[in-house]
Every structure is written in structure tokens, then in C-alpha cells.
């Protein structure tokens, strides 16, 4: 089935949802360490603006989708600054920043973390040759 007999026209994310355990905790975090502009607060959970698109922390609704969430792979311009500012902001790191894959225009760096809440995080940068 296409996007035409669908009868849908999905045009991109409008909102991604994380699980947290701690929203005072969790909302520190994406606010003060990655830097993310809050929105707004409503009904226990925190809202933030992450290019356009809205990212949700909230506690999961019942306990079968208590589970880490999908991974969120933030695009920087700079990994190896990035990196370095979060090392600084207490962030412990998975992996450190690594070159995954040779495209033909660039090379695509990838570097992964756990937010307070244990949901896996990277950043990502894609660095021209």
C-alpha cells in the first residue's frame, strides 16, 4: 500500500515520546545538559522543542510500557565539541565519538550515552569530507 491509497499524507514526526522515572530529574537533564528549549510543563510531564519537532518526557501509562524508549539521535554539527561539553556537564558516555560510515559526501560520526532515566541517547554528526 502506498501513501496515495492510503488516503494518509504523513509529512514527518510531530512529537516523540520518551519514559522517564523522575520528571523534575529527566526534564534537568534535556533542559540544563543538552540544552533543549522547554516549552512547557502540563499534567506531569515536560515538553521540548528539538528542531521543530517536539519531544514528550512522561511517565509510561501502565506498567507494559514501562520499557527504554526508542533510541534519539541528536544531530550536531560537532561531535568532538559536544562531546567534550557534555563530558564536562557530567555526562558518562557509551560510546566515544566514531566514525561509522563512509558516505560519498560525507562521513557519519556517531556518539551514544543514557539519559538520567537509562533510555539510550547519541549524538550524531554528519562531517564533510
Known amino acids: 500500500m502506498n501513501v496515495a491509497s492510503s488516503g494518509i499524507a504523513i509529512t514527518g514526526i510531530g512529537q516523540i515520546s520518551v519514559n522517564i ?5 529527566a526534564t534537568a537533564f534535556y533542559r540544563d545538559v543538552l540544552g ?3 516549552l512547557f ?8 522543542d528539538c528542531g ?3 519531544l514528550m518526557l512522561a511517565k509510561a501509562e501502565r506498567p507494559e ?3 527504554p524508549g526508542s533510541i534519539l539521535y541528536f544531530k550536531v554539527p560537532d561531535i568532538q565539541a559536544a ?5 564536562e556537564g557530567g555526562v558518562h558516555f557509551e560510546s566515544q565519538p566514531a566514525m ?6 560525507h562521513e557519519l560520526w556517531i556518539a551514544a550515552f543514557r539519559d538520567t ?3 539510550y541517547v547519541a549524538l550524531m554528526s554528519e562531517v564533510k569530507k
Open 21 to 25: 522515572y523522575d520528571l523534575d530529574r
Open 36 to 38: 533543549l528549549p522547554l
Open 41 to 48: 510543563q502540563a499534567g506531569g510531564m515536560s515538553f521540548f
Open 52 to 54: 521543530g519537532i517536539r
Open 65 to 67: 510500557f514501562d520499557h
Open 83 to 87: 562531546h567534550r561539553k557534555l563530558v
Open 100 to 105: 561509522i560510515a563512509r558516505m560519498p559526501t
Open 117 to 119: 532515566e537509562k533510555n
